[in-house]
């Protein structure tokens, strides 16, 4: 017997859907959007994570950091993909997309779960190669939809200043010198391509980061206000 599902309307949803069982009913589904997704990207220490915060304030999307997840999955107990992720970060390196993937999907089905209208998820540090988009193409195809591409800017120098002042206080394995040079030299190689086939589909949204905070966020507000 099918289950009866309640319909969610909101303002400018994607008119496609798909149903999730509640803990509560398990006979029951909610009709859910699929996600939105916004890909922030840019160098390590270009202030991406400053600036989803502020997004999220303004304009209440749910803000996803593939690297802030791949570091709680390495810590939790148990972790099956602990000890590898830790070598990948401590190496640079980029975490095998299938990790990933199921991370960010994982989080995103649990908020939609939770509250039906967190639909509109800022998805930072990724996709960061082309093995990345490949999979989340693969993936995710017909049950999420990229928006666009918020691309933060900025000089290399820059971010490594930043990301060492931010290591004074962050704990982070990888906020130290060796570690951000090759982070760097990963974003260049890998990273840029991604933004550059985007940029070719007209779906990224550039921002000089290398201004100040409020400064890099009167320049993302626009584009949100403008993107609706």
Known sequence: MFCRC???VAARLSPRARCLPTAAAPRRCLLLMKPQVVFVLGGPGAGKGTQCARIVEKYGYTHLSAGDLLR?????????????????????AIVPVEITISLLKRAMDQTMAANVQKYKFLIDGFPRNEDNLQGWNKTMDGKADVSFVLFFDCDNEICIGRCLERGKSSGRSDDNRESLEKRLDT?????????DQY???????????SKSVDEVFGKVVKIFDKEG
């Open 6 to 8: 309640l319909l969610v």
């Open 72 to 92: 709680d999955e390495r810590k939790r107990p148990g972790s099956q993909y602990g000890e590898l992720i830790e070598k990948y970060i401590k190496e640079g």
């Open 187 to 195: 974003y260049l190689q890998s990273t840029k391509p991604i933004i």
């Open 199 to 209: 940029e070719k589909m007209g779906k990224v949204r550039k921002v000089d980061a």
